[in-house]
């Protein structure tokens, strides 16, 4: 006794179903290229960096990480701020005028 399974398929010849299966694969590649984003390394600017894009001074970028304006982060001894976060910070200011 053999264990072969065994599918059939009515009223479809073998290259309408390989047609098909290639059209629904072709489908479903497709939905996943719109949605997917790769994703990107962060990016991590120095006070003089934030200041620089933000045209404002570093004094200014301490102040508004003191009113968690901007969101620092410590490496080491060292300040970094996310450059989406700053970003995103900047937007934040601009939707409450």
């Not at 264990?3 to 010849?13: F, L």
């Not at 073998?14 to 489908?27: A, F, P, R, S, T």
């Not at 290229?33 to 200041?51: G, I, R």
Request: aromatic share 8%; no cysteine.
């Amino acid at each position: 006794m053999t264990n072969e399974n065994v599918t059939q398929v009515h009223h479809t010849s073998k290259d309408e179903l390989i047609h098909n299966i290639l059209q629904g694969v072709e489908k479903k590649l497709n939905e996943f290229e719109k949605n997917f984003q790769p994703k990107e390394p962060t990016q991590w600017l120095n006070k003089k960096e934030v200041a620089s894009i933000l045209s404002i001074s570093t004094v200014t970028v301490d102040d508004w990480s003191r009113k968690f304006i901007l969101n620092p982060y410590r490496i080491g001894n060292r300040i970094r701020f996310d450059r989406k976060q700053v970003e995103q910070s900047l937007t934040q200011i601009n939707n409450e005028l």
